[in-house]
C-alpha cells in the first residue's frame, strides 16, 4: 500500500470517528434540551400531576374493584408512555439500524434546498439559469404580510403557539376521520421537515421496506425534526424556509419564483387575493392550479379567504368584496433553455463544468452557484445579431436557389432518394413509435404522415404556428441554413462571443465545439506555419503547376491530383505569402509534401487542433473534420506570440452569497517560436494585401479599416457546402461557419458560395458593430512588433525595413523588423 492510499484510509477513519462524534454529540445535546425544557414546565407539570395523584390517591387505597382497574389503567399508561418514549428514543438513534439516520440539522448554516444555479457575462449580465426545481430564495422581510397572513390561518393556526407539534391539531385528526372528512394536521413546520429533508424518501433503514411501517417511522421523523427546527430557528426562519421551499406548480418552487410566474411580482407587491391564490395552490398545485383549473383555483382561493376572516386577517366587508373578484394573472412561465442572450452558452458551460462538478460535489442544477463566464454581454449580443442578419439574407437566396426542388444532393448533383425518410429513422421519434406499436411499419407510417399542431422555425416571425406531419415538418426544417460564430481572447483565452445556431429552441446542436465540418483552405495556415518554422520564408517561391502526388493508404499505392478553385493552373513563380492569400491548391499540396503529411498534422495538432488528423495528401487543404473552436484557438497561438492558450469559459464560480468557490485560469504553452508566430500573422494579412486575396470582399466594410491591421484567411469545402472565414485583429481572433445540418444540403456548385460570400460578411458586419460601439473597449490598431530574421534576398514590397547588421555567416540573414 503506497503513501497516498494509507493517507486515503486514514482520512476515511478520520471522518468516521467525526460523524460518530458528532452522532453522540447531537444525541446528548437534544437529551439536555428536552430535560432543560422540562425543567422550565417543572411548575405546571407539576401541578397537573399533584391534581392527578390527589384525585386518585384516595382511590389506590380502597382494596376494591374500583382501585384495582385504576391501578391496572395507571401501570398499562405508564408502560405505554416508556414505550413510546423509547420507540422515539430508538428512532432518534437508530436503533439496530431499523428506522434509518435522521436529518442532521446543523446550527452554523440554513438547511440546503435545491436552488437554481444563475449563468452570468463578464460585465455581470444575467444570461441563463440551471434549475430541476425553479427556484429563487428570498428573506422574510421580502415577503408581503398577506401571504405570511394566508399562509398561517390556511396551514398552521396555532404556529407561534407549539413547538413544532401542534398535539391539539393531531389527535383532532382521529375525529375527522371519524367524521369522514380528511384533513392534515401537519404543523408548518412538519411539513418544512418533510420538503427540505425529504424524509418519505430517503434516511430509510431497514422497516422502511414495510408500506405502513415506513410512513409511521417518516412521520415520526418530521416530529424529531420539527422539534429541532424549532429549537434552531426563529419562526420568520421558519415560514421563510418554508415559503422558499414548497411547490407551486408548473415547476415552480419558492415564493419569489411563484409570484413572478403567476403576477408578474415581487413578493412585497402581492395583494390579498394575490397571496390567497397562491397559498391555495399549495393543497394540490395541479388541482387548483390557475391555468389548468381556473374554477377550483378561485374556490380553494375563498376558503383560503374564509380562513382568513375566522383568525381576524381579514374584515366581513374585505372577505365578501375579495372573494368574488376573478382570479386576474399575468402568467410568465420560465423556460431554462430561453435566454435573452447566448442560449448556447448555457448549453457550452454546462458541458464545460461537468468534470468540475463532479470533481467538486456540486450540481449547476441544484447548488445556487453564480457561475461567471468570460463573455462580453455587447460582443454576444452583436454576434447574434450578426449571425442573424447575414443568414436571414442567405437563406432567401437559398430558397430562391432551389424553389420547390429538395436541396440534398449527391455528388452528381441528383436529388437523394429517401433521405428524410432515412433521416427519420435515425431520429427518437422513430424509436419510440416503433416500441409503441412493436415495430408495425404501418401504424408508424399512419404516425408520422398524420398532420397535426406544431410549432416551428421561421426567418419572419421566429416561430409559427402550423398544421403539419412530423415528416412535412423535418422536410422543412432541414432546408434552413445554419451558423456557427466565436470570439476569443488570443492572449487569455477567453471566450468573448459564442453562437452555436440561428436559434437553439429550434436547433440545439452547437457548430462551435459539437460539429466537425472540412475546414477547406482555412485549414491552409497550419502548412505553412510547418514550412516557416523549418527554415522557409514568406517570400520563398513555389510554381503553380500541376502536381501529382504518389502515396501510400491503408497499405495500397495511390495517387492523387488536385485542382484549383477557378480548375487553372498559371505557372507563375509564386511566394509562399501571395500563394496562401491567394488560396492556391497546388502550392499547398507541394509544399505539404516537401515539409511532409505527418509534420502538417503533428503541427496543427500542437497549434490546438485536437481533432483525429490523417496525415493524407489532402490535409493541407482542410480535408479532415475540426469544430470551429478548434480553429479559433489555433489561429490565436499565431497572435500570442507562439504560446497556445486552452480557450475557456468559465472565469470563477461563488456561492449564491459571494463567497468565491472555483477561479479558473488559462493553461498556457509555447509551441511556436515568437517569430514563426509573428510571420504567420504577416501571412495572414496577405489575403488582404495582396493582389486578388480571398478576404478581399472584407475591403466592403470600409469602416472596420482606417489605421488597423486585419488578417484572415476564407475556406470552403470541396463541394461547397461548408463556408468558413477566419478573422484576427490585434484584440481578438474570431472563426466563421455557415453551411447546412447536413454535408448534402447546399448551394449547386454553379453558383459557387465560397467562405468569402457565405461566413466572411458575418465577420464584417460583427467588426463593424463592435468598432463602432466604443464601451466595448475594442480599438482598432496595428498588430504588435516583432524582430525576426529573413533571407537577405527576400523582398515583399511594403511589407520590410531591412536594418544593418552583422551578417550570419551560417544562413545568410539579417535582423528585420516589420514595419508599421
Same mark, same amino acid.
Given at each position: 500500500?503506497?503513501?497516498?492510499?494509507?493517507?486515503?484510509?486514514? =482520512?476515511?477513519?478520520?471522518?468516521?470517528?467525526?460523524?460518530?462524534?458528532?452522532?453522540?454529540?447531537?444525541?446528548?445535546?437534544?437529551?439536555?434540551?428536552?430535560?432543560?425544557?422540562?425543567?422550565?414546565?417543572?411548575?405546571?407539570?407539576?401541578?397537573?400531576?399533584?391534581?392527578?395523584?390527589?384525585?386518585?390517591?384516595?382511590?389506590?387505597?380502597?382494596?376494591?374493584?374500583?382501585?384495582?382497574?385504576?391501578?391496572?389503567?395507571?401501570?398499562?399508561?405508564?408502560?405505554?408512555?416508556?414505550?413510546?418514549?423509547?420507540?422515539?428514543?430508538?428512532?432518534?438513534?437508530?436503533?439496530?439500524?431499523?428506522?434509518?439516520?435522521?436529518?442532521?440539522?446543523?446550527?452554523?448554516?440554513?438547511?440546503?434546498?435545491? #436552488?437554481?444555479?444563475?449563468?452570468?457575462?463578464?460585465?455581470?449580465?444575467?444570461?441563463?439559469?440551471?434549475?430541476?426545481?425553479?427556484?429563487v430564495p428570498v428573506e422574510y422581510g421580502e415577503i408581503s404580510k398577506n401571504i405570511i397572513n394566508a399562509l398561517i390561518a390556511t396551514e398552521d393556526a396555532r404556529f407561534f403557539d407549539h413547538g413544532g407539534v401542534?398535539?391539539?391539531?393531531?389527535?383532532?385528526?382521529?375525529?375527522?376521520? @371519524?367524521?369522514?372528512?380528511?384533513?392534515?394536521?401537519?404543523?408548518?413546520?412538519?411539513?418544512?421537515?418533510?420538503?427540505?429533508?425529504?424524509?418519505?424518501?430517503?434516511?430509510?433503514?431497514?422497516?422502511?421496506?414495510?408500506?405502513?411501517?415506513?410512513?409511521?417511522?417518516?412521520?415520526?421523523? =418530521?416530529?424529531?425534526?420539527?422539534?429541532?427546527?424549532?429549537?434552531?430557528?426563529?419562526?420568520?426562519?421558519?415560514?421563510? @424556509?418554508?415559503?422558499?421551499?414548497?411547490?407551486?406548480?408548473?415547476?415552480? *418552487?419558492?415564493?419569489?419564483?411563484?409570484?413572478?410566474?403567476?403576477?408578474?411580482?415581487?413578493?412585497?407587491?402581492?395583494?390579498?387575493?394575490?397571496?390567497?391564490?397562491?397559498?391555495?395552490?399549495?393543497?394540490?398545485?395541479?388541482?387548483?392550479?390557475?391555468?389548468?383549473?381556473?374554477?377550483?383555483?378561485?374556490?380553494?382561493?375563498?376558503?383560503?379567504?374564509?380562513?382568513?376572516?375566522?383568525?381576524?386577517?381579514?374584515? *366581513?366587508?374585505?372577505?365578501?368584496?375579495?372573494?368574488?373578484?376573478?382570479?386576474?394573472?399575468?402568467?410568465?412561465?420560465?423556460?431554462?433553455?430561453?435566454?435573452?442572450?447566448?442560449?448556447?452558452?448555457?448549453?457550452?458551460?454546462?458541458?464545460?463544468?461537468?468534470?468540475?462538478? &463532479?470533481?467538486?460535489?456540486?450540481?449547476?442544477?441544484?447548488?445556487?452557484?453564480?457561475?461567471?463566464?468570460?463573455?462580453?454581454?455587447?460582443?454576444?449580443?452583436?454576434?447574434?445579431?450578426?449571425?442573424?442578419?447575414?443568414?436571414?439574407?442567405?437563406?432567401?437566396?437559398?430558397?430562391?436557389?432551389?424553389?420547390?426542388?429538395?436541396?440534398?444532393?449527391?455528388?452528381?448533383?441528383? =436529388?437523394?432518394?429517401?433521405?428524410?425518410?432515412?433521416?427519420?429513422?435515425?431520429?427518437?421519434?422513430?424509436?419510440?413509435?416503433? /416500441?409503441?406499436?412493436?415495430?408495425?411499419?404501418?401504424?408508424?407510417?399512419?404516425?408520422?404522415?398524420?398532420?397535426?399542431?406544431?410549432?416551428?422555425?421561421?426567418?419572419? $416571425?421566429?416561430?409559427?404556428?402550423?398544421?403539419?406531419?412530423?415528416?412535412?415538418?423535418?422536410?422543412?426544417?432541414?432546408? *434552413?441554413?445554419?451558423?456557427?460564430?466565436?470570439?476569443?481572447?488570443?492572449?487569455?483565452?477567453?471566450?468573448?462571443?459564442?453562437?452555436?445556431?440561428?436559434?437553439?429552441?429550434?436547433?440545439?446542436?452547437?457548430?462551435?465545439?459539437?460539429?466537425?465540418?472540412?475546414?477547406?483552405?482555412?485549414?491552409?495556415?497550419?502548412?505553412?506555419?510547418?514550412?516557416?518554422?523549418?527554415?522557409?520564408?514568406?517570400?520563398?517561391?513555389?510554381?503553380?503547376?500541376?502536381?501529382?502526388?504518389?502515396?501510400?493508404?491503408?497499405?495500397?499505392? $495511390?495517387?492523387?491530383?488536385?485542382?484549383?478553385?477557378?480548375?487553372?493552373?498559371?505557372?507563375?513563380?509564386?511566394?509562399?505569402?501571395?500563394?496562401?492569400?491567394?488560396?492556391?491548391?497546388?502550392?499547398?499540396?507541394?509544399?505539404?509534401?516537401?515539409?511532409?503529411?505527418?509534420?502538417?498534422?503533428?503541427?496543427?495538432?500542437?497549434?490546438?487542433?485536437?481533432?483525429?488528423?490523417?496525415?493524407?495528401?489532402?490535409?493541407?487543404?482542410?480535408?479532415? !473534420?475540426?469544430?470551429?473552436?478548434?480553429?479559433?484557438?489555433?489561429?490565436?497561438?499565431?497572435?500570442?506570440?507562439?504560446?497556445?492558450?486552452?480557450?475557456?469559459?468559465?472565469?470563477?464560480?461563488?456561492?449564491?452569497?459571494?463567497?468565491?468557490?472555483?477561479?479558473?485560469?488559462?493553461?498556457?504553452?509555447? #509551441?511556436?517560436?515568437?517569430?514563426?508566430? *509573428?510571420?504567420? #500573422?504577416?501571412?495572414?494579412?496577405?489575403?488582404?494585401?495582396?493582389?486578388?486575396?480571398?478576404?478581399?470582399?472584407?475591403?466592403?466594410?470600409?469602416?472596420?479599416?482606417?489605421?488597423?491591421?486585419?488578417?484572415?484567411?476564407?475556406?470552403?469545402?470541396?463541394?461547397?457546402?461548408?463556408?468558413?472565414?477566419?478573422?484576427?485583429?490585434?484584440?481578438?481572433?474570431?472563426?466563421?461557419? #455557415?453551411?447546412?445540418?447536413?454535408?448534402?444540403?447546399?448551394?449547386?456548385?454553379?453558383?459557387?458560395?465560397?467562405?468569402?460570400?457565405?461566413?466572411?460578411?458575418?465577420?464584417?458586419?460583427?467588426?463593424?458593430?463592435?468598432?463602432?460601439?466604443?464601451?466595448?473597449?475594442?480599438? &482598432?490598431?496595428?498588430?504588435?512588433?516583432?524582430?525576426?530574421?529573413?533571407?537577405?534576398?527576400?523582398?515583399?514590397?511594403?511589407?520590410?525595413? /531591412? $536594418?544593418?547588421?552583422?551578417? !550570419?555567416?551560417?544562413?545568410?540573414?539579417?535582423?528585420?523588423?516589420?514595419?508599421?
Amino acid at each position: 500500500m503506497n503513501v497516498n492510499n494509507i493517507n486515503s484510509v486514514r =482520512e476515511t477513519q478520520n471522518n468516521n470517528q467525526n460523524i460518530f462524534i458528532r452522532k453522540i454529540k447531537n444525541i446528548l445535546t437534544f437529551i439536555l434540551k428536552f430535560l432543560k425544557w422540562l425543567w422550565n414546565k417543572k411548575k405546571s407539570f407539576s401541578g397537573y400531576i399533584k391534581n392527578i395523584i390527589f384525585r386518585i390517591i384516595p382511590y389506590l387505597k380502597w382494596n376494591t374493584w374500583h382501585s384495582i382497574i385504576i391501578r391496572k389503567f395507571i401501570k398499562y399508561i405508564f408502560n405505554l408512555i416508556l414505550v413510546i418514549a423509547f420507540y422515539f428514543f430508538a428512532v432518534f438513534i437508530n436503533f439496530l439500524w431499523l428506522f434509518g439516520s435522521s436529518p442532521d440539522i446543523d446550527t452554523d448554516k440554513s438547511p440546503e434546498m435545491s #436552488v437554481a444555479s444563475e449563468l452570468y457575462t463578464a460585465d455581470s449580465v444575467q444570461i441563463g439559469r440551471y434549475f430541476k426545481e425553479n427556484r429563487v430564495p428570498v428573506e422574510y422581510g421580502e415577503i408581503s404580510k398577506n401571504i405570511i397572513n394566508a399562509l398561517i390561518a390556511t396551514e398552521d393556526a396555532r404556529f407561534f403557539d407549539h413547538g413544532g407539534v401542534d398535539l391539539k391539531a393531531t389527535f383532532s385528526i382521529l375525529w375527522y376521520v @371519524m367524521k369522514g372528512d380528511q384533513r392534515g394536521g401537519s404543523t408548518i413546520t412538519q411539513q418544512l421537515a418533510k420538503n427540505l429533508f425529504k424524509t418519505r424518501k430517503i434516511y430509510r433503514g431497514l422497516l422502511g421496506k414495510i408500506p405502513y411501517v415506513r410512513t409511521f417511522v417518516s412521520k415520526t421523523k =418530521e416530529w424529531i425534526t420539527a422539534v429541532k427546527l424549532e429549537r434552531n430557528y426563529s419562526k420568520e426562519d421558519i415560514l421563510t @424556509m418554508y415559503l422558499n421551499t414548497v411547490d407551486f406548480g408548473n415547476n415552480t *418552487f419558492g415564493i419569489k419564483v411563484a409570484c413572478r410566474t403567476y403576477f408578474n411580482k415581487l413578493p412585497f407587491q402581492v395583494n390579498i387575493q394575490e397571496a390567497a391564490t397562491l397559498i391555495g395552490i399549495l393543497k394540490a398545485p395541479t388541482t387548483f392550479n390557475p391555468i389548468l383549473n381556473p374554477k377550483k383555483c378561485k374556490e380553494r382561493r375563498n376558503i383560503v379567504l374564509s380562513q382568513m376572516l375566522k383568525y381576524k386577517y381579514l374584515t *366581513f366587508r374585505e372577505y365578501d368584496s375579495i372573494s368574488k373578484l376573478p382570479i386576474v394573472l399575468d402568467y410568465n412561465v420560465q423556460d431554462p433553455t430561453e435566454t435573452l442572450l447566448g442560449s448556447y452558452v448555457r448549453t457550452a458551460v454546462s458541458n464545460y463544468l461537468k468534470n468540475w462538478c &463532479k470533481q467538486s460535489g456540486y450540481d449547476i442544477y441544484t447548488s445556487g452557484l453564480k457561475i461567471y463566464t468570460s463573455i462580453d454581454s455587447r460582443l454576444q449580443k452583436y454576434a447574434e445579431e450578426s449571425v442573424e442578419e447575414q443568414i436571414k439574407k442567405l437563406q432567401k437566396r437559398f430558397n430562391n436557389h432551389w424553389g420547390k426542388e429538395n436541396p440534398w444532393i449527391n455528388e452528381k448533383e441528383k =436529388e437523394i432518394p429517401n433521405f428524410i425518410e432515412d433521416f427519420v429513422k435515425r431520429t427518437s421519434l422513430y424509436s419510440g413509435l416503433k /416500441k409503441r406499436y412493436k415495430n408495425n411499419e404501418d401504424s408508424i407510417n399512419y404516425v408520422l404522415n398524420t398532420p397535426r399542431k406544431m410549432t416551428l422555425f421561421s426567418w419572419k $416571425k421566429r416561430e409559427i404556428d402550423t398544421v403539419l406531419s412530423p415528416m412535412d415538418s423535418i422536410r422543412y426544417m432541414k432546408r *434552413f441554413l445554419n451558423a456557427g460564430f466565436v470570439v476569443m481572447d488570443p492572449y487569455t483565452g477567453k471566450i468573448k462571443a459564442w453562437v452555436g445556431g440561428i436559434n437553439y429552441k429550434f436547433f440545439k446542436y452547437d457548430h462551435v465545439n459539437q460539429a466537425k465540418r472540412q475546414p477547406g483552405s482555412t485549414f491552409k495556415p497550419f502548412v505553412y506555419c510547418a514550412a516557416i518554422d523549418n527554415g522557409w520564408s514568406p517570400c520563398d517561391r513555389i510554381v503553380d503547376q500541376r502536381v501529382t502526388v504518389k502515396y501510400e493508404e491503408d497499405g495500397k499505392q $495511390k495517387t492523387w491530383s488536385p485542382h484549383n478553385a477557378n480548375c487553372e493552373f498559371t505557372g507563375s513563380n509564386m511566394t509562399l505569402r501571395y500563394a496562401m492569400a491567394r488560396s492556391v491548391n497546388s502550392v499547398t499540396v507541394q509544399l505539404s509534401e516537401k515539409v511532409g503529411f505527418k509534420t502538417v498534422a503533428d503541427y496543427a495538432n500542437k497549434l490546438g487542433i485536437s481533432s483525429k488528423l490523417k496525415p493524407v495528401p489532402s490535409i493541407g487543404l482542410g480535408s479532415n !473534420d475540426v469544430t470551429l473552436l478548434e480553429m479559433v484557438a489555433a489561429y490565436s497561438t499565431f497572435l500570442n506570440r507562439g504560446v497556445y492558450t486552452e480557450p475557456f469559459l468559465v472565469t470563477k464560480i461563488t456561492d449564491r452569497n459571494g463567497k468565491l468557490i472555483k477561479e479558473f485560469k488559462p493553461v498556457q504553452k509555447r #509551441v511556436l517560436s515568437e517569430e514563426t508566430a *509573428f510571420l504567420m #500573422v504577416y501571412m495572414l494579412k496577405g489575403g488582404l494585401e495582396e493582389p486578388g486575396g480571398t478576404s478581399q470582399s472584407l475591403w466592403d466594410y470600409g469602416e472596420i479599416f482606417g489605421d488597423n491591421e486585419i488578417g484572415g484567411k476564407t475556406g470552403t469545402s470541396s463541394n461547397y457546402s461548408d463556408g468558413w472565414f477566419m478573422g484576427v485583429t490585434k484584440d481578438l481572433v474570431t472563426g466563421s461557419w #455557415v453551411g447546412g445540418e447536413d454535408r448534402c444540403i447546399h448551394f449547386r456548385k454553379e453558383v459557387k458560395m465560397e467562405g468569402c460570400h457565405s461566413a466572411l460578411p458575418i465577420y464584417g458586419i460583427f467588426m463593424t458593430k463592435v468598432y463602432n460601439d466604443k464601451k466595448t473597449g475594442i480599438t &482598432k490598431g496595428k498588430f504588435p512588433k516583432a524582430t525576426v530574421k529573413i533571407n537577405k534576398d527576400c523582398y515583399c514590397p511594403t511589407q520590410w525595413e /531591412k $536594418k544593418d547588421t552583422t551578417k !550570419d555567416d551560417s544562413d545568410e540573414a539579417v535582423e528585420s523588423e516589420y514595419n508599421e
